[in-house]
Every structure is written in structure tokens, then in C-alpha cells.
């Protein structure tokens, strides 16, 4: 299938995914909603030739912390939220938002830097990112960042046990 | 092939989205779906610019953010929870204790 079909469908999935966290007031349809644009950027990784990191997005963003998510909202039973209108908070947040997204995009649309429009090709046809690029890489050249991920991880799992976990009656006196 | 430049603008317009969610809406986890949107984006620039040098690199460099991120939303939902026990709300606007 052609590259730029791909790019389509699955940039737009995850374009409407995203669209659809800002607008949608039940937080369980923006949950759902955010694993449909994890979904369609997980796509965008395969069809970038990142197979291994495409599985981890899937796994981790639309498994793991979706969950997560879901889970929260369901534990504190959030409703629908009431529609506020556009108040003057709305309007500046709109603002800026629009700010963000036309001062990146308005310089990289109008710009005729070379690099820019080079088909995005693997310069070392070799060393694409497969799996077993990516472990080979990560447990050699990368051994420390990865020892560190895993400190951190360890560090929030034993923090996020701690902020969750309900007082004791002794601790509440 | 699709040009670099779709995948900048593609993970712009995310980013925008992302930015939106985080300062427009006030359900304290709807914004932090806004924070995940906009770490999205960053990595899949991070993708698409690697796949022009090292490839390896922009996944390497992407998982460490995916990490770091499944770290942020289980402490960040952990001290949500704990807000909620307190002050029976997830509501930014209605979370304030700190403010003088």
C-alpha cells in the first residue's frame, strides 16, 4: 500500500482522536477516544518502520495507562460534566491553543527547506528499528538511560502505592 | 514516500489539540489525556525525524518518553485519588487550598 494512503488514514484517526479528547464532556468518551488517537499514532510508527516502538505503544499507551485511566474515572464515578459555554476562560484557552499549533505549523507549512521535503527514508537501510535493532542498541549503547527508566519506574511505582493508599487511623490522629 | 514535513505538522496539530485539552478543560483527568496527547506528539516528531539519520535512536528515544510517561500517570492519578478523598472533587478550579 502506498506510504502516503497510510499516512492519511492513520494521521487522521489519530487527528479525530485527539479532536474528540478536547469536545467530548463524558471523561470516559475521551478516554476512549484518546486510545483511538494512541491507536492511529501507533499506526503512523509502523508505517515509519518503528515496528518494536509501534507494539510498546500499543501495550503501554492503549493497555497499560488507558487502563489506568479508565480505571480512576470509573473508582471516582465522574459523570457528564455540564456545558459551561464559552466563558473568558474558554475564549483565552482557545487562544492559545491556536497560538501553539499555528506558530509551529504556519513556519514548517510555508518553508522551502530541502531536508524538510526529503522523503523521510532511512539514510542506513540496515539499521531500521526492528525489534531486534532496538534491543541490540538498547542493551549496549544504552544500557544506562535504561537502567535509569527502570529506577524511575521503581521510584513512582513505590510513590503512586504511597499517595494512594488510604490512612491508617493511627496516621489520621 | 510522504515527506517530513507532513509528520511535523501531523504532530503539531496533536500538539495544539493536546494544549487545548490541558488549558480549556477543567476535569483534572481529561487534562492530564491533554499532557498524554502532547507527549504523543513529541515522540512521533522524534520517529520521524530519526528515520532520516539512525533510526534506532528515535524509538530508543521514544521509549524512554513512553516510560516516563506511564511513571507520570501513575503518580499524577495516585495524587488525584488522594485529592478526590479530601475534597470530593477533580475540578481545577475547585482544588485552590494552596492559593493564599
Redesign the interface.
Known amino acids: 500500500v502506498n506510504?502516503?494512503v497510510l499516512?492519511l488514514f492513520f494521521?487522521s484517526v489519530?487527528?479525530v482522536g485527539?479532536?474528540n479528547?478536547?469536545f467530548q464532556r463524558h471523561?470516559v468518551h475521551?478516554?476512549l477516544f484518546?486510545v483511538a488517537?494512541?491507536l492511529g499514532?501507533a499506526g503512523?510508527?509502523l508505517?515509519?518502520?518503528?515496528s518494536?516502538?509501534a507494539a510498546?505503544?500499543v501495550l503501554?499507551?492503549a493497555g497499560?495507562?488507558m487502563v489506568?485511566?479508565l480505571f480512576?474515572?470509573l473508582?471516582?464515578n465522574?459523570d457528564k460534566?455540564p456545558f459551561?459555554g464559552i466563558n473568558a476562560?474558554?475564549g483565552?484557552?482557545?487562544l492559545?491553543?491556536?497560538a501553539?499549533?499555528g506558530l509551529?505549523?504556519q513556519p514548517?507549512?510555508s518553508?522551502d527547506e530541502p531536508?524538510?521535503?526529503?522523503?523521510?527514508?532511512?539514510?542506513?537501510e540496515s539499521?531500521?528499528?526492528s525489534p531486534i535493532?532496538?534491543g541490540q542498541?538498547?542493551f549496549r549503547e544504552?544500557i544506562v538511560?535504561f537502567e535509569i527508566?527502570s529506577l524511575?519506574?521503581l521510584?513512582?511505582?513505590v510513590?503512586?502505592?504511597?499517595?494512594?493508599r488510604?490512612p491508617t487511623p493511627a496516621e489520621l490522629h | 514516500?510522504?515527506?517530513?514535513?507532513?509528520?511535523?505538522?501531523?504532530s503539531?496539530?496533536?500538539?495544539?489539540?493536546?494544549?487545548?485539552?490541558f488549558?480549556?478543560?477543567?476535569?483534572s483527568?481529561?487534562m492530564?489525556?491533554?499532557v498524554?496527547?502532547m507527549l504523543?506528539a513529541a515522540?512521533?516528531t522524534l520517529?520521524?525525524c530519526?528515520?532520516?539519520?539512525?533510526?534506532?535512536?528515535?524509538?530508543?528515544l521514544?521509549?524512554?518518553v513512553?516510560?516516563?510517561?506511564?511513571?507520570?500517570?501513575?503518580?499524577g492519578?495516585?495524587?488525584?485519588?488522594?485529592v478526590?478523598?479530601l475534597r470530593r472533587t477533580?475540578n481545577a478550579d475547585e482544588i485552590r487550598e494552596l492559593r493564599a
Open positions: 506510504e502516503l499516512f494521521g489519530a487527528l485527539g479532536v479528547v478536547l471523561p475521551a478516554a484518546l488517537s494512541f499514532i503512523l510508527f508505517t515509519l518502520g518503528a518494536f516502538l510498546i505503544q503501554v499507551y497499560a495507562i489506568l485511566f480512576l474515572i473508582l471516582l465522574l460534566e459551561e476562560t474558554r483565552a484557552s482557545a492559545v491553543a491556536a501553539t499549533m509551529i505549523v514548517l507549512a518553508t531536508a524538510l521535503h526529503e522523503p523521510a527514508r532511512p539514510l542506513i539499521a531500521s528499528a535493532h532496538v542498541f538498547l544504552y538511560p527508566i524511575l519506574l521510584v513512582a511505582m510513590g503512586a502505592i504511597h499517595m494512594a488510604r | 514516500m510522504v515527506d517530513l514535513n507532513y509528520y511535523l505538522i501531523l503539531a496539530m496533536l500538539f495544539g489539540l493536546g494544549v487545548a485539552t488549558v480549556s478543560r477543567r476535569n483527568i481529561v492530564f489525556m491533554g498524554e496527547l504523543n515522540n512521533l520517529v520521524a530519526a528515520r532520516m539519520h539512525r533510526p534506532v535512536d528515535g524509538s530508543i521514544s521509549l524512554m513512553i516510560a516516563v510517561a506511564a511513571a507520570e500517570v501513575a503518580v492519578l495516585a495524587i488525584l485519588l488522594a478526590f478523598r477533580v
